[in-house]
């Protein structure tokens, strides 16, 4: 029989009983994603008709001539570029390219090409190629022009006439009817012809009725001493050192005048006279 304790006294301890094994511990699960924000509700519009679409987002149009009213239009510039087709031809580059064309306007054709150039171009006149070609031309045919005066100066300088043609010159002689060119190019290159007497007539020979031949065939003896004169087609016709010749005779009238020189030359029969036949 146990006794019920009394005050102050110390109570037995009370057995104590083992303990249950505890479970192991579950980590708690991420947290969820935030949900995506609602999309905001549709604006509401008048009900309109079947078939009608509806007024775009942002509101509908303000009415004409409201508070604002729309900017003025702004006119377009013309594009000034090399190819505007409003621009015009220069006159300056076109006058250059005609000039440039014509070898005689070789100048003028410099002159209005450089300023044609300066005229056209990007957002000017159009043109500028002619304005070119009519410089390039230019320049050539004025280069052309000078080739040809010297040329000229240098063939003219060369013209052999009854004023100035000389005993002994070997020359190039070519008839047209009764019109004779001969030209000095020396003994040193092929020619057919060597003058051989030049002969100023007097008074006395024009009124005895003397021909420009028969001053010349008075030379032939003092010429050409010991050569037999002979006839071929009424033509006198000599033989020297091996050529056959002819002897001609020229002047600056049709008739024999006083003081008009006549000029004498021998002529191959064969267009090349070999040698020097005049001493």
Known sequence: MTLPPYPGQPQPEEPKKPEAPQP???????????APPAAPPAPMYPTAGAGTPPPPPGGPFPPPGGPFPPPAPQPFQAYAGPNDGSAGYSGLAIASFVCGLTCCLGIPAIVLGAIGIVKTGPGKARGRWMAVTGTVLGVVGTLLMVLVGLGMFALGDRIVTPANAEPGQCVQAESE??????????????????????????QADVEA???????????????????????????????????????SAASARTRLEAGSPVACWVEATDGVLDADVVD
Do not use: K, W, Y
């Not at 192991?24 to 935030?34: K, Q, R």
């Not at 001493?225 to 020297?240: I, K, M, N, S, T």
């Open 24 to 34: 192991p511990v579950t980590p708690p699960p991420p947290p969820a994603p935030p």
């Open 209 to 247: 009725g003397r021909t420009q031949m028969q001053l010349c065939l008075t030379r032939i003896a003092g010429s050409f001493p010991g050569v037999e004169v002979r006839a071929v087609d009424g033509a006198p016709r000599l033989q020297l050192r091996g050529d056959e010749v002819e002897v």
């Open 177 to 202: 009817g009764d019109n004779v060119t001969m030209i000095d190019l020396g003994c040193s290159i092929e020619h057919n012809g060597q003058i051989f007497a030049v002969i100023t007539p007097t």
